[in-house]
């Protein structure tokens, strides 16, 4: 009973290895639509969406960044999702699908090996097995793009996102968005200023370790600072909270504040020379 027990659990714990390691963030980082099978876990109540930004640091090397959202059918927001979260849902489903097909497919390979292992034992019959789980194989694969890729019916009593069909938005915010993912592309700066930093902008702390500013536009302020992506992040999330404002959007190399009807973004883009960063500061009234 406890070997019984000790296999079943081997077999459990390497189908969830299988499911989360080698399908959701191996397959999945070649077939992204492997990963929507996680949807009724992560996003129930909308469409997970993904976002491809593709940019050059420098001449020779390409990154890639991959970025899911979950978008709320009937009010259109769209909020990033934990990538830790996705994997683990996703490669939970496809784990238990391989638990279940093992504890179902043991027995019937057991009688099929004992009827037909003097015939597998030639070297016909090793050829024909070789073909045989070759194409068990490739059975899978297409199984799993096969769920991968089939959507998930939307729920009921919800207005499919905006994927399935148009949605009628605050022309306010289609620009608000417009901007914020433009300013956050992630390609390379190049910023000349040599003006002094201000300590603030319109009541906006500006980093201590900026080491040159520019407002190139009323609404908008650019400063260059030698810290890493992650220290500009933590500074105005803590800086911003502090002073009333909320945050309502936070991804890659860019964030979102609101506040008594204002709108802020900040986003972060490299320095030309690769060794800086170049922040962006955008007051929208």
Request: hydrophobic letters at 40%; one cysteine or more; proline letters at 6%.
């Amino acid at each position: 009973m406890n070997n019984k027990t000790g296999t079943l659990a081997l077999v459990f714990f390497s189908c969830m290895f299988i499911g989360v390691i080698i399908i959701s963030i191996g397959l999945g980082a070649i077939f992204p639509s492997l990963n929507r099978i996680a949807r009724p876990f992560v996003c129930p109540r909308g469409e997970m969406e993904l976002e491809t930004q593709t940019y050059r640091p420098y001449p020779g090397q390409t990154v890639t960044n991959l970025t899911w959202y979950c978008a709320e059918t009937g009010t259109g927001t769209r909020n990033e999702l934990n990538i830790v979260s996705i994997f683990a849902s996703a490669g939970g489903v496809y784990g238990l699908l391989l638990f279940v097909a093992a504890i179902l497919g043991w027995p019937v390979y057991l009688s099929l090996s004992q009827r037909w292992a003097p015939y597998f034992e030639t070297a016909e019959g090793k050829k024909r097995a070789q073909w045989i789980q070759y194409s068990l194989t490739g059975l899978f694969v297409v199984g799993m793009l096969f769920i991968g890729f089939v959507p998930w019916p939307t729920p009921q009593g919800t207005t499919p996102s905006q994927s399935t069909q148009t949605r009628v938005v605050d022309a306010t915010a289609t620009s608000i968005a417009l901007t914020f993912d433009a300013l956050r592309s992630g390609q390379p700066v190049a910023f000349t200023s040599t003006e002094t930093p201000l300590s603030s902008w319109n009541d906006i702390p500006v980093m201590p370790q900026a080491t040159a500013g520019e407002a190139k536009q009323e609404d908008r302020y650019s400063f260059r600072v030698v810290v890493d992506s992650g220290t500009i992040e933590s500074f105005y999330r803590d800086a911003l909270k502090s002073l009333g404002w909320e945050l309502t959007r936070s991804q890659w190399l860019g964030l979102q504040f609101t506040k008594d009807g204002h709108t802020l973004l900040v986003s972060s883009a490299p320095h030309t020379d690769l060794q800086s960063w170049v922040v962006t500061l955008v007051l929208i009234p």
